[in-house]
């Protein structure tokens, strides 16, 4: 699972404008490996869960109707904004959807399990395990301290090996799938996924990878959840509330020194560096400087925001899907 900024970045524009579908293709860095769920919340926290964890279906609602046109089935308070202590979760929402998994813990659960539905099926497969360079701020003080020591994640982790573990991984269980005849391997292509053959397609209901996407009980699991979460989505963050807090977070950022037009974001001045060909070390002190600064305009406009209305779309689910209750106090 990956957190790229330009998914996130356009997902919230395409939410808050009720569009139908996300970018097919999500920005990557030239330098940019797996970066941790919870690097990039602070940058936009509003849209990071249902671009990471999205299931078939999260676009529409559990009716089937476009979420943009749905008549809202929440409303949002027009409390102030509150001051966010260091304890308080960056996204109640992903916190609520992954019930305190990192995504490196969901993946591998996931692995795991898909490997045992293989290995009933009479398969070899070996688990691909990933483990990330840097650790998933899920508070707002950790976040704050991630800004500090290693900006986004982008630019400033290691580079990743072309020997990682995940490679050699997947080189074994290709090797392990060319000692079967054609037969086989078609067999064992439809028992892994229902033998897709389009990148992104979901894999078939029944599969080893769709039980294994379902073996893991949390909400963001749950397609009818999701879908529900997604109507939401696309109803709260098009608030005057969000816009107007954003807006403030670019003139903050505008006001420090950083030129950033109505479309742009700071990922987007990295990648000028990068295009540039500003040593990649430069490029890393800019990085840890932005996001710095990022952190202390949203921390005040974007941030107690989104809390709020996260928070508010949690109460509401929760109030549709009871059984996730035991998940505990929002505030």
Same mark, same amino acid.
């Given at each position: 699972?990956?957190?790229?900024?330009?998914?996130?970045?356009?997902?919230?524009?395409?939410?808050?404008?009720?569009?139908?579908?996300?970018?097919?293709?999500?920005?990557?860095?030239?330098?940019?490996? /797996?970066? *941790?769920?919870?690097?990039?919340?602070?940058?936009? *926290?509003?849209?990071?869960?249902?671009?990471?964890?999205?299931?078939?279906?999260?676009?529409?609602?559990?009716?089937?109707? =476009?979420?943009?046109?749905?008549?809202?089935?929440?409303?949002?308070?027009?409390?102030?904004?509150?001051?966010?202590?260091?304890?308080?979760?960056?996204?109640?929402?992903?916190?609520?959807?992954?019930?305190?998994?990192?995504?490196?813990?969901?993946?591998?659960?996931?692995?795991?399990?898909?490997?045992?539905?293989?290995?009933?099926?009479?398969?070899?497969?070996?688990?691909?395990?990933?483990?990330?360079?840097?650790?998933?701020?899920?508070?707002?003080?950790?976040?704050?301290?991630?800004?500090?020591?290693?900006?986004?994640?982008?630019?400033?982790?290691?580079?990743?090996?072309?020997?990682?573990?995940?490679?050699?991984?997947?080189?074994?269980? /290709?090797?392990?799938?060319?000692?079967?005849?054609? =037969?086989?391997?078609?067999?064992?292509?439809?028992?892994?996924?229902? =033998?897709?053959?389009?990148?992104?397609?979901?894999?078939?209901?029944?599969?080893?990878?769709?039980?294994?996407?379902?073996?893991?009980?949390? @909400?963001?699991?749950?397609?009818?959840?999701?879908?529900?979460?997604?109507?939401?989505?696309?109803?709260?963050?098009?608030?005057?509330?969000?816009?107007? *807090? $954003?807006?403030?977070?670019?003139?903050?950022?505008?006001?420090?020194?950083?030129?950033?037009?109505?479309?742009?974001? @700071?990922?987007?001045?990295?990648? $000028?560096?990068?295009?540039?060909?500003?040593?990649? =070390?430069?490029?890393?002190?800019?990085?840890?400087?932005?996001?710095?600064?990022?952190?202390?305009?949203?921390?005040?406009?974007?941030?107690?925001?989104?809390?709020?209305?996260?928070? $508010?779309?949690?109460?509401?689910?929760?109030?549709?899907?009871?059984?996730?209750?035991?998940?505990?106090?929002?505030?």
């Amino acid at each position: 699972m990956r957190t790229l900024e330009s998914a996130l970045r356009d997902s919230a524009r395409v939410l808050r404008q009720g569009a139908s579908s996300l970018p097919d293709h999500p920005w990557s860095s030239p330098r940019r490996g /797996h970066v *941790a769920r919870g690097v990039v919340i602070g940058l936009s *926290a509003a849209v990071l869960v249902v671009v990471v964890f999205a299931v078939p279906g999260w676009l529409t609602s559990p009716s089937g109707n =476009d979420p943009s046109t749905a008549t809202p089935a929440m409303v949002v308070s027009p409390q102030p904004p509150v001051t966010l202590a260091d304890t308080d979760p960056v996204s109640p929402v992903l916190e609520f959807q992954t019930q305190g998994l990192s995504s490196d813990e969901f993946h591998n659960l996931t692995q795991q399990a898909l490997a045992l539905c293989m290995e009933e099926h009479g398969w070899t497969y070996e688990p691909s395990l990933q483990h990330s360079p840097f650790p998933e701020p899920s508070t707002v003080g950790e976040l704050r301290e991630f800004r500090q020591t290693h900006g986004y994640g982008l630019y400033t982790q290691p580079e990743v090996s072309s020997t990682s573990s995940a490679k050699r991984t997947a080189d074994r269980n /290709h090797d392990y799938y060319m000692t079967l005849d054609e =037969d086989q391997q078609t067999q064992y292509r439809t028992d892994l996924n229902g =033998d897709i053959r389009s990148e992104g397609e979901a894999p078939d209901g029944g599969s080893c990878e769709a039980l294994a996407n379902q073996a893991i009980d949390i @909400p963001q699991t749950d397609q009818q959840l999701m879908a529900e979460l997604a109507g939401l989505y696309a109803l709260t963050m098009r608030s005057t509330d969000y816009a107007t *807090a $954003e807006e403030d977070w670019r003139t903050c950022l505008v006001d420090r020194g950083y030129e950033l037009g109505s479309d742009a974001y @700071p990922h987007t001045l990295l990648d $000028e560096q990068w295009a540039a060909e500003v040593p990649a =070390d430069e490029i890393a002190d800019f990085e840890i400087t932005i996001a710095i600064d990022d952190f202390e305009c949203a921390f005040t406009t974007t941030m107690p925001i989104t809390h709020r209305l996260e928070t $508010e779309v949690v109460e509401e689910l929760l109030a549709k899907f009871p059984k996730w209750e035991t998940r505990g106090d929002l505030d």
